[in-house]
C-alpha cells in the first residue's frame, strides 16, 4: 500500500527500485504487446512478497533472483512470492513476462498510460497510467534510471523518453532503444508511436521534433523559440537538467499537452504556424526543471509543480516581448478571484489536483513572493531550489524551508495566507 493519501492503491512499501529494464514488441494493427519488465529492486526490510502495480495485461511467468517465483493478480497488483524471503538492503532482479492488448486506466482524469491513435500508439500517464503498459512501483517518489526497447513495424517512427541509443532493423520490424540516465518516477515514462517525420535542433541543448509530416513546415515555426526558451529559463532556474529535449506532436487533437521526462506530447491542435499555443511550448519546457528535475514527494504538492510551469509562461512572454509578468498577474487573479474560493493551495485533495487554480494561484504565490522577497533573491532562490533537488523529490515544507534562507524578511505571514488559506489574499 503507498504512502500517499491521494492515491493510497498506487504505488506499494516496502522496496524501491534501482532500474527498470523494459523490451516490448508492439504490433500496431492488432494492438498486441509482448514485453519484459527486468526490475532491480532494494527492500528497506525483510520482504517475504512483494507486489507492483500492473493492470489490463496477462503476466505469463516471473522469476526473482532467476529462480521461479508464484506470482497472484489481484485486481490491479501483480502479487510475487519468491522462493526465499528478501534481505533488507540487498538488491535483486525481478523478471516479469506479459502480454495482451494495453488499455488505458480509468480515472476521474480520464483515461491514462497506454492508449491508441488511429494509426500508432500515445502515453500519457500522469499520474496513474504507467501500469496500463508495464509493471512498476507507481508512485513519484520512487525515481529509477531505465533501459527501454520497442521493437514495432519499420514504417513507423518510435519516440521513447530519454536519450536515444541505437536502431536495429531487421526483416519489416525495427528496434528502437533508448536510456533515461536520470531517477525518473514510473509517470513520467513515455512511448509514442506513429508515423512521424525527425527534425532536429541543437542549440543549447540537443532538441529533437517528432511530428506528422504534413505539420513539418507549422512545428518548424511554432516551436522555433524553444531554444531561446532554454537558454532563459536556464538563466533564471539554473542549467537545463537533461541530455537533451524531445517534442512530440502526435497525431492526434489532445485537450492539453502532456510533460514526461526530458519529453513533451502536443497534439495536432497545439500546431497552428502561428505560435498560437507557445504559452504551452513553455509551459511543457519548465517541467522539466518543475516536475521532472524535481518531483514531487506526494501528489498534494502538486503547485510545485504547475504554479512553477504556470509562472514560466508569463516570465517567457516577459522576455520574448509580450505581455508583461505584472499583465498576466493581474488576469490571473481576476480569473480566480472569480471562482470558488475552497481551495488549500498546499493540499488541494485529489478531485482538484488538475483545477486551474493550483496552476493559476500557483503562479500567483511565486508573484506574491517574488514582490516580498525582491527579484534578485527570488532568482537566487530558484536556482538553489533546482541545484539542491536536482533530480530528487520536493515537498512545499522544503521550499517554505529554502526560501526564508534567502528573505530577510519572515516569509510565514505571506505563505500561511497563499498556501494554507482558502480565500484569496487581498
Not at 521493437?151 to 525495427?174: F, K, L, W
Not at 514510473?186 to 521534433?209: D, E, M, N
Not at 511554432?222 to 502526435?250: H, K, N
Not at 497534439?267 to 502561428?274: F, I, K, S
Request: hydrophobic share 40%; proline share 6%; charged share 20%.
Amino acid at each position: 500500500m503507498s504512502h500517499d493519501a491521494y492515491l493510497p492503491l498506487h504505488g506499494n512499501g516496502g522496496y524501491r527500485v534501482e532500474h527498470y529494464d523494459l523490451d516490448l514488441d508492439y504490433r500496431v494493427g492488432p494492438g498486441r504487446l509482448a514485453g519484459r519488465a527486468r526490475l532491480v529492486i532494494v527492500p528497506d526490510r525483510a520482504l517475504s512478497r512483494i507486489s507492483l502495480d500492473f493492470r489490463g495485461l496477462r503476466t505469463a511467468r516471473v522469476t526473482v533472483a532467476g529462480k521461479a517465483a508464484k506470482y497472484a493478480h489481484r485486481g490491479a497488483k501483480l502479487v510475487i512470492t519468491p522462493q526465499r524471503a528478501l534481505a533488507a538492503g540487498a538488491p535483486v532482479e525481478v523478471d516479469v513476462r506479459y502480454g495482451g492488448s494495453p488499455t488505458p486506466v480509468p480515472s476521474r482524469w480520464g483515461e491514462l498510460g497506454w492508449d491508441y491513435l488511429d494509426d500508432g500508439v500515445i502515453v500519457a500517464s500522469q499520474p496513474i497510467g504507467a501500469p496500463s503498459f508495464f509493471p512498476c512501483n507507481d508512485h513519484p517518489s520512487d525515481k529509477a534510471t531505465y533501459a527501454i526497447a520497442v521493437t514495432t513495424a519499420s514504417a513507423y517512427h518510435v519516440a521513447v523518453t530519454g536519450e536515444p541509443r541505437g536502431r536495429r532493423s531487421s526483416a519489416s520490424t525495427t528496434r528502437w532503444e533508448y536510456e533515461l540516465a536520470a531517477p525518473t518516477p514510473t509517470y513520467l515514462v513515455s512511448v509514442q508511436i506513429g508515423r512521424y517525420a525527425l527534425l532536429a535542433g541543437g542549440a543549447p541543448v540537443p532538441q529533437r521534433f517528432v511530428v506528422p509530416p504534413r505539420l513539418r513546415t507549422a512545428a518548424q515555426h511554432d516551436f522555433g523559440r524553444q531554444g531561446q526558451m532554454i537558454e532563459v529559463f536556464s538563466e533564471l532556474f539554473g542549467p537545463y537538467p537533461f541530455a537533451g529535449y524531445t517534442v512530440v506532436v502526435a497525431d492526434a487533437e489532445l485537450d492539453a499537452p502532456v510533460e514526461a521526462q526530458s519529453l513533451s506530447v502536443f497534439g495536432t491542435n497545439h500546431v497552428d504556424g502561428r505560435r498560437g499555443s507557445e504559452n504551452l511550448v513553455a509551459h511543457e519546457l519548465a517541467h522539466q526543471w518543475f516536475g521532472n528535475s524535481l518531483t514531487v514527494a506526494e501528489w498534494r504538492h502538486i503547485w510545485l509543480n504547475e504554479g512553477f510551469a504556470t509562472y514560466a509562461e508569463w516570465l517567457w512572454s516577459a522576455a520574448s516581448g509580450g505581455e508583461s509578468v505584472e499583465l498576466h498577474a493581474r488576469r490571473a487573479r481576476r480569473t480566480v478571484a472569480a471562482q470558488r474560493q475552497d481551495l488549500v493551495l498546499a493540499d488541494p485533495g485529489v478531485a482538484d489536483l488538475f483545477d486551474d487554480r493550483v496552476y493559476q494561484r500557483g503562479a500567483l504565490t511565486l508573484h506574491a513572493l517574488r514582490a516580498e522577497m525582491g527579484t534578485a533573491a527570488f532568482f537566487a532562490l530558484l536556482r538553489e531550489w533546482t541545484e539542491t533537488y536536482r533530480h530528487s523529490v520536493v515537498t512545499t515544507a522544503g521550499f517554505v524551508e529554502l526560501a526564508q534562507r534567502h528573505s530577510a524578511q519572515p516569509l510565514d505571514p505571506l505563505f500561511t495566507k497563499w498556501l494554507h488559506t482558502p480565500g484569496l489574499p487581498a
